[in-house]
């Protein structure tokens, strides 16, 4: 069974004080894996997808990196805008749907 | 680009009622949409993937009498909730699939928020 833990699930930051976020996921073969953030009330908003175990993707203060076995999103020195809920999800192999973790929600003071 | 339109974004309706959600892809056409449903603090639960032309596909739990999906064209799917109850409240959230730079990427819409009085 498809499985996405993610961690923590709520992480409070300085302003500037850089972390990472951890997906950790069990899936019978792995066709992609994606992060979302998600603000309240609002839709998730696509950040990136990841394929392959070696694979790093970078965006802005983000930057997304892939193993067999999870997923590490790494934020930069980030800024208060940065606060947001931030979904994992994988999709398997010959599947269409999205299996999503709970999120962690981030929040980066002034 | 990919932007996915989700109206109304909050409805609020009497027990007994059926509340229409449409879901639109602006700037592509979708073959596959995808409903879900999210709780407070909780993540996104998929309640049925959505194919045009053609009957939604519906995840183990969900009520597919209940929960009435059409998907008439390329750009727009809809959810219709019938004979709402309170325990109906909820989020929610459609997303389209489509393919950019080889990659089948879903676009979310902002969502609805119903409450069932």
Redesign the interface.
Known sequence: EDQVTQSPEALRLQEGESSSLNCSYTVSGLR?L?W?RQDP??????LF?L?SAGEEKEKERLKATLTKKESFLHITAPKPEDSATY?C?V?ATGA????????TRLTVIP | G?V?S?HPSRVICKSGTSVKIECRSLDFQAT?M?WYRQFPK?????MA?SNEGSKATYEQGVEKDKFLINHASLTLSTLTVTSAHPEDSS?Y?C?A?TRKRG?????????T?LSVL
Request: net charge neutral.
């Open positions: 992609g994606f979302y009330g609002k839709g998730p908003e696509f997808t394929y979904l999800a999709q269409n749907n999205l299996f999503f973790g709970t999120g | 990919a996915v989700q596959t995808f909780q993540s996104l639960m998929l993937t989020f959230i997303s699939s990659q089948d990427i879903q676009y979310f819409g902002a969502g928020r």
